[in-house]
């Protein structure tokens, strides 16, 4: 099936630990983005690539850091994981850069820091 | 501060009534969207007006942009309970990195 597919689904984890979010697109976008959304579901942008190219980067700790290997993959490392890290994070992609379109998002995946 | 905010915050109505969500923004866009998102599901596209644009339509959905109002309305006719969802107006704020400012979102329920 063409998607943006996320790994993994759901992530437990204990404060100070590091974790990856891996995110996948076969639609053969060039252009992929990290969300984050609060319990309030309020969505935040926090990086976007282009090509592999680092194109937005939010006021986000720098704790976090993504990845982009190759076009199709976005990665997400969190350094040190805090309790305020807790929320669902989602990867999405559009066919090019800019807003001219709309993005296709992953299902998400629901990191909780105990 | 956040771009976009949208009202009312929850709405519940019968299957076959009409849904209306407003949203409103701040700041100059290029363009404006509309997305949905399904209990524990990612956000789906639903559609897209330009600044120059005031109407568009798509199936059972109406979208209306106001610029010199900056507000933007989705209208959802003859909803099915399968319309409940959580909807989001999200702007491009004029930039053209593709960084979308999302509102806060309208819970729908559609009541069978």
């Known amino acids: ?114 | 501060s956040q771009q976009g905010e949208e009202d009312p915050q929850a709405l519940s109505i019968q299957e076959g009534e009409n849904a209306t969500m407003n949203c409103s923004y701040k700041t100059s866009i290029n363009n404006l969207q509309w997305y949905r998102q399904n209990s524990g599901r990612g956000l789906v596209h639903l559609i897209l007006i330009r600044s120059n644009e005031r109407e568009k339509h798509s199936g059972r959905l109406r979208v209306t942009l106001d610029t010199s109002k900056k507000s933007s309305s989705l209208l959802i006719t003859a909803s099915r309970a399968a319309d409940t969802a959580s909807y989001f107006c999200a702007t491009d704020g004029a930039s053209n990195t593709g960084k979308l400012i999302f509102g806060q979102g309208t819970t729908l329920q559609v009541k069978p």
């Open chain 1, 1 to 114: 099936d063409t998607a943006v597919s996320q790994t993994p689904k759901y992530l437990v984890t204990q404060m100070g630990n590091d974790k990856s979010i891996k995110c996948e697109q076969n639609l053969g976008h060039d252009t992929m983005y990290w969300y984050k959304q609060d319990s309030k579901k309020f969505l935040k942008i926090m990086f976007s690539y282009n090509n592999k190219e680092l194109i937005i980067n939010e006021t986000v700790p720098n704790r976090f850091s993504p990845k982009s290997p190759d076009k199709a993959h976005l990665n997400l490392h969190i350094n040190s994981l805090e309790l305020g890290d807790s929320a669902v994070y989602f990867c999405a992609s559009t066919p090019r850069g800019g807003s001219g379109t709309g993005q296709y998002f992953g299902p998400g995946t629901r990191l909780t820091v105990l």
